[in-house]
């Protein structure tokens, strides 16, 4: 019989899943974050006096009709309105059901989707009432508490199959084989081969915990998003999820390559007999290749894949912090597996010193492992958890308890490695020790990847919700003007805003000729909103309602222009939406930087650990020289290029544009760009004609201009200059605090 080479499987099963993976990725636009409500018809808590015949909802993202639902309640729990769900024909962003004419009462709308990319599940709810107040025994349904808390545990197991798949395989390779040969040669034992059946036991273990914990996580995303009453109902519901989001899409992928290791290791075993050996040690690189492939569809769909200014960051990094924890825990509880099988197989001498090569043949793979786990560690973490006081989350709780139990393993597995091996002379007692040891270790690594299913489970606590007000408020006193301000309800959606305005004597001010309103979403460029306030008959003043579409930090401007010629300007920031992050958004350019050093870290470990294998002299030597080289390399390309790129090129201007701000940016521009720019910016200049090269037409009128550029791209054009035209760099003459109150000014020239 013919027997197909090794490297030809390995290579088919890999361009099979990346295939898997690339169909994934061009038939549908990934979509970074949840799809949250904006806006409501009827509105939230309203009473209306006649009964709505339809409920029409708008989000944040364009929404699968199969993904999407409304249902609408009474306050006996039933179901009033028609069933009929439905986005809309032109803008998908909106979903309506209608309903039938409904008598008195309070009614609960409920609306239900799941994220695009990592399968977190978003529902909310709210009330509104026809004919009578609200009702405060209003219906509420509650999230089904066996889904809450198996969705961790399915996570864990995943984790556990994977991780024990791709570590023993390791092992078996790296460790187990080579000290199967060594033993050969001096005792005629043949490891490899007793070692045969636990080693295959161990790998259709990992394979068949993997595969349920990925069959169980599709079930539990079923039955929380649809009412599955049918198998036809519940293969439609399996259907949608695979084909309408991006992460059933990575869920599909993650099984098509699961479900080609049997296939292709039944291949592999389907041998003559004397191509068995090769065939054994082929089943492991392919088990190898395989679980590569399913850490990458994995980590295409986590915590980290979300934050999309540093999403190929992320997913990096997280791809090698899977492959670390795989080598060492993978590896522990393999050691432990075959410790255990080998007791009853083996004398205590034999036993002893099988255990004490696995510990020197491991030892260096295993400290530069958990090195390598706890930098890439340290990099996942800041990404989630980027300010100490988030430590006090639950997810960040959980990962303390985490990174507990990773030390004491730590703690366990130095005790093995420098301790007890050098009593195993004595092997009697010695290797009763240090199978317990591995033991206790390997119970450890089990509850830290049930830590690690939790954390995924939880809401990262970068993005920890904050308790909203029932309204947002604000007082600030500013050139003789006290001014009050409310936004109702301060939430996503249409809001009210009120000013009141008084002088130094508490008296109201009702003559303001123009009281202006701006907002501004900070987090992306999506444009400003002007409103004019209107003085009302108890002497505030109020606008037109205010849209608040989006999730994220709003920037607000108060000007009050008085007949006396004096403006008064106040500025302030509030986070709006269900979810506002407590602790910040993260810093792009530290994370740029960081993963660069993280890369060159890596790459340095790596070079040392070929160093002590013997460097291009040994096999293995030779292949982490060569991925160290690599890794240094690109460290200091990432590291470099990020330092010279933007250093401050920040969505949110630090500075609040209010009056301070403004005049410390008009006596700048006075200074240094009166020459060029002209008084008023039009561009007219005293030293206008002599500019080289001659600007184009309107190019140097900052009126023209500055209604183009968000904040940080004129930050940018005035700290280091724009190529091809006159305006030179800034850097050398003015700070960055300068030029931040710089651009609040050009932004208030008319």
Request: aromatic residues 10%; proline residues 3%; negative net charge.
């Amino acid at each position: 019989m013919r027997v197909i080479p090794v490297k030809f499987w390995v290579r088919f099963l890999t361009l099979c899943s990346l295939l898997a993976l690339y169909v994934t990725f061009t038939s549908s636009s990934i979509v970074y974050g949840h799809a949250n409500l904006v806006d409501a018809v009827p509105k939230q808590n309203s009473v209306l006096d006649n009964s709505p015949l339809i409920i029409n909802l708008k989000f944040t993202e364009t929404l699968s009709e199969n993904l999407s639902s409304i249902k609408v309640y009474d306050t006996q729990g039933n179901q009033v309105d028609n069933q009929d769900s439905k986005l809309g024909p032109i803008d998908q962003t909106y979903l309506s059901v209608t309903l039938p004419e409904t008598p008195k009462g309070t009614y609960t709308v409920i609306w239900r989707n799941v994220s695009t990319v990592d399968g977190h599940k978003v529902r909310g709810s709210y009330f509104y009432s026809v004919g009578e107040p609200l009702s405060s025994s209003s219906f509420s349904i509650e999230e089904s508490m066996f889904l809450y808390n198996a969705e961790p545990l399915v996570k864990s197991i995943i984790l556990i199959g994977i991780l024990l798949l791709f570590g023993s395989a390791f092992f078996n390779l790296i460790i187990l084989k080579p000290i199967s040969l060594t033993m050969l040669t001096a005792t005629n034992i043949n490891i490899w081969q007793i070692t045969l059946i636990p080693r295959n036991i161990l790998l259709l273990a990992g394979f068949i915990i993997t595969l349920t914990g990925c069959s169980a996580q599709l079930v539990l995303h079923v039955s929380s998003l649809y009412e599955v009453t049918t198998l036809n109902s519940f293969l439609n519901s399996i259907v949608s999820i695979f084909f309408d989001t991006t992460w059933g899409k990575l869920a599909w992928a993650k099984l098509c390559i699961l479900l080609t290791l049997p296939i292709s290791y039944a291949t592999y075993h389907y041998k003559q007999s004397d191509q068995r050996e090769n065939v054994l040690i082929g089943s492991q690189y392919l088990v190898i290749a395989t679980c590569m492939v399913f850490f990458i569809a994995h980590s295409l769909s986590g915590h980290n894949a979300s934050i999309s200014s540093l999403y190929y960051q992320g997913v990096i990094i997280n791809i090698l912090h899977i492959v670390f924890s795989g080598i060492w825990t993978g590896s522990v509880v393999a050691l432990t597996v075959y410790s255990h099988c080998l007791r009853n197989r083996l004398s205590t001498i034999n036993l002893s010193d099988f255990i004490k090569q696995a510990f020197l043949k491991f030892r260096n793979v295993g400290i530069f492992s958990i090195i390598l786990l706890s930098i890439t560690g340290l990099y996942v973490g800041w990404m989630q958890v980027n300010k100490p006081e988030a430590l006090f989350t639950l997810y960040g709780i959980t990962l303390i308890a985490k990174v507990l139990l990773i030390s004491l393993a730590i703690i366990i597995a130095g005790i093995n490695t420098y301790v007890i091996i050098k009593f195993l002379k004595n092997p009697t007692s010695m290797t009763r020790i240090a199978i317990a040891l591995i033991t206790i270790e390997s119970i450890l690594i089990i509850l830290i990847i049930i830590s690690v299913g939790s954390l995924k489970s939880l809401e990262p606590a970068k993005s920890a919700q904050s308790i909203l007000s029932e309204q947002i408020q604000f007082d600030q006193y500013e050139q003789g003007i006290n001014l009050e301000m409310a936004i109702v309800p301060g939430s996503l959606g249409l809001n009210s805003m009120n000013l009141n305005l008084t002088d130094l004597t508490g008296n109201s001010i009702q003559n303001a000729e123009n009281v202006i309103i701006k907002s501004t979403y900070l987090n992306e460029d999506v444009g400003d909103t002007t409103l004019y306030a209107y003085l009302t008959d108890s002497g505030t003043y109020e606008t037109e309602p205010l849209m608040l579409n989006l999730e994220g930090i709003w920037q607000f401007e108060v000007l009050i222009q008085k007949s006396s010629g004096l403006d008064a300007r106040f500025a302030f920031r509030e986070n709006i939406g269900s979810s506002n992050p407590q602790f910040g958004e993260l810093d792009v350019f530290v994370g740029r930087i960081l993963f660069g050093l993280t890369i060159l870290v890596l790459g340095i470990l790596l070079l040392v650990l070929s160093i002590i294998y013997g460097g291009w002299h040994d096999k293995y030597g030779r292949i982490y020289l060569i991925i160290g080289v690599i890794g240094v390399s690109i460290g200091l390309v990432i590291s470099i290029y990020s330092r010279t790129i933007e250093l401050n090129n920040q969505a949110t201007n630090p500075m609040l544009p209010d009056s301070i701000s403004i005049q410390i940016g008009k006596n700048i521009y006075r200074e240094n760009c009166v020459a060029c720019h002209g008084l008023t910016g039009i561009g007219n200049g005293p030293l206008y004609e002599t500019l080289r090269p001659i600007p184009e037409k309107d190019a140097n009128n900052l009126l023209v201009h500055v209604p183009l550029h968000p904040d940080n791209e004129l930050f940018t054009i005035i700290k280091y200059g724009k190529d091809g035209t006159s305006m030179y760099p800034h850097e050398s003459i003015l700070s960055d605090e300068e030029i931040w109150h710089l651009v609040n000014y050009i932004k208030t020239l008319k």
